[in-house]
């Protein structure tokens, strides 16, 4: 007798377990950093990481079966994170350029990009490329694609690197640097909240570091990658990404 109780509380153990949801099953870490403004950052509000692919993860999560708990850490730290297994997902303003290609996997495309160009509003030049900028000190954000090909020109005095958008923001709002490259969308965000009001966007410059922002998984994952890309399509179909663009000031088109 005591052999059958153990049998049907092992078939009742294996039922329960067959029956439970998938959230309830698999909790995934996500990697966001809470400096990309509108694509992640640090609601001081809640204390929590929201934005565009916070919005993203989540809803794709809820269709693909997985929970999702966002890992808040600096840009540069997402990569190592995600091959060292300290999570299972980035989610930020990340593009899937060939470099991190031969580390990671990324998802279909979610978002296309290039860098945007600020100064000091004192400077009234009309910039429409980085020649223009030849033999000036300039920055960009540390483990960003904008680093490498920046330096490459060969153009600039120096390419001074900084942990976030905003601390270049900063150095040309106290006119400490002639001219800050970062992602686009999110220098027009942080802009238009009047945080540096002595910085201005230039909108005669044409970006040459366009990008796809996409969601990165480890190489070795490749059922998580097709059912976030399955995802990521019926999503994008039903129209619940262009609403998620459209709620953080973004246009549903650019991708």
Request: without cysteine; aromatic residues 8%.
């Amino acid at each position: 007798m005591a052999l059958k109780r153990l049998v049907q509380a092992a078939m009742a153990a294996v039922v329960l377990t067959a029956a439970m949801p998938a959230s309830a099953q698999q909790a995934l870490k996500v990697g966001s950093t809470p400096t990309g403004i509108p694509f992640t950052f640090l609601d001081t509000k809640t204390n929590s990481i929201q934005g565009i692919m916070v919005d993203l993860i989540t809803e794709i999560g809820k269709d693909a079966g997985f929970a999702v708990q966002i890992e808040p850490m600096q840009f540069s730290a997402l990569v190592p994170s995600l091959t060292s297994n300290k999570i299972d997902i980035i989610s930020a303003a990340m593009f899937a350029t060939a470099a991190r290609k031969e580390v990671i996997d990324f998802s279909d495309a979610v978002y296309t990009y290039g860098e945007g160009l600020v100064v000091p509003k004192t400077d009234a030049k009309n910039y429409a490329s980085q020649e223009d900028l030849k033999g000036e000190a300039v920055g960009a954000q540390v483990g960003t694609a904008f680093v490498d090909a920046l330096k490459k020109t060969g153009l600039f005095s120096e390419v001074k690197v900084y942990d976030t958008i905003p601390d270049i923001l900063r150095d040309v709002n106290a006119g400490r640097l002639k001219a800050g490259f970062a992602d686009y969308p999110i220098l027009a965000y942080n802009l238009k909240q009047g945080n540096f009001a002595e910085v201005r966007l230039v909108d005669s410059y044409k970006p040459v570091t366009v990008g796809t922002v996409a969601i990165g998984i480890r190489k070795s994952d490749t059922e998580l990658l097709a059912k976030i890309n399955a995802s990521l399509a019926k999503l994008k179909a039903n129209g619940t990404i262009a609403k998620i663009l459209e709620k953080w000031g973004q246009k549903a088109d650019a991708s």
